[in-house]
């Protein structure tokens, strides 16, 4: 089954100790995202690749990078993770081009920061 | 500015107990409504797309719909495993990529 999947599930690093998220997809699609969602709230984007073109939020801390080496791959680089960091970091992807734009996502990793 | 607004917060149904779930929008230019479903702990679910008003899309006991100004997610005779936090989305013809979320209706389906 097509899909996207994310490495590691759960996180647990330490405070100011980098760490980097990883995603993969099989869905083919030429956009990868992606969000922080701390507890009940809504997802938050952080930035997203459009093809090989990097977009980031306005309000993305510096502390925040992403990579992606190629079309099926995306990281999330956390420079120095604060304990405000802790949180479910979501991989998503679609496909832009066409009409049907819908976003699918990752199963998440959980950050602890400790 | 846009805005995306889920009611109730939460809902509390018993098994069969049909509902609707609302989610209001106030965008300069509606390019999708998305529908997801999240269980704890895990990445939201696609359930459905909506495009324009009067669209209307069903899966097994849920039914999407979309006027102008809102939509709304039908739970018809829900079962205990319909239990998650139902999500709205909104995406705008000014902003490709990003996704205006509103904040979810939690639903729990006691048997």
């Known amino acids: 089954d097509a899909m996207v999947i994310q490495n590691p599930r759960y996180q647990v690093t330490q405070f100011g100790k980098p760490v980097t998220l990883s995603c993969s997809q099989t869905?083919?699609?030429?956009?990868m995202y992606w969000y922080q969602q701390k507890s009940s709230q809504a997802p938050k984007l952080l930035f997203h690749?459009?093809?090989?073109?990097?977009?980031n939020e306005a309000d993305t801390p510096d502390n925040f990078q992403s990579r992606r080496p190629n079309t099926s791959f995306c990281f999330l680089d956390i420079r120095s993770p604060g304990l405000g960091d802790a949180a479910m970091y979501l991989c998503?992807?679609?496909?832009?081009?066409?009409?049907?734009?819908?976003?699918?996502f990752g199963p998440g990793t959980r950050l602890l920061v400790l | 500015e846009d805005q995306v607004t889920q009611s109730p917060e939460a809902l509390r149904l018993q098994e069969g107990e049909s509902s609707s779930l609302n989610c209001s929008y106030t965008?300069?230019?509606?390019?999708?409504l998305f529908w997801y479903r999240q269980d704890p702990g895990k990445g939201p679910e696609f359930l459905f797309t909506?495009?324009?008003a009067g669209e209307e899309k069903e899966k097994e006991r849920l039914k999407a719909t979309l006027t102008k100004k809102e939509s709304f997610l039908h739970i018809t005779a829900p079962k205990p495993e319909d239990s998650a936090t139902y999500l709205c989305?909104?995406?705008?013809?000014?902003?490709?990529?990003?996704?205006?979320f509103g904040a979810g209706t939690q639903v729990v389906v006691t048997p």
């Open positions: 869905l083919n699609h030429n956009v």
């Open positions: 909506l495009y324009s």
């Open positions: 998503a992807t679609s496909r832009a081009g066409t009409k049907e734009e819908t976003q699918y």
């Open positions: 989305a909104v995406g705008t013809t000014d902003s490709w990529g990003k996704l205006q």
């Open positions: 965008v300069s230019g509606l390019r999708g």
């Open positions: 690749y459009y093809d090989k073109d990097f977009n």
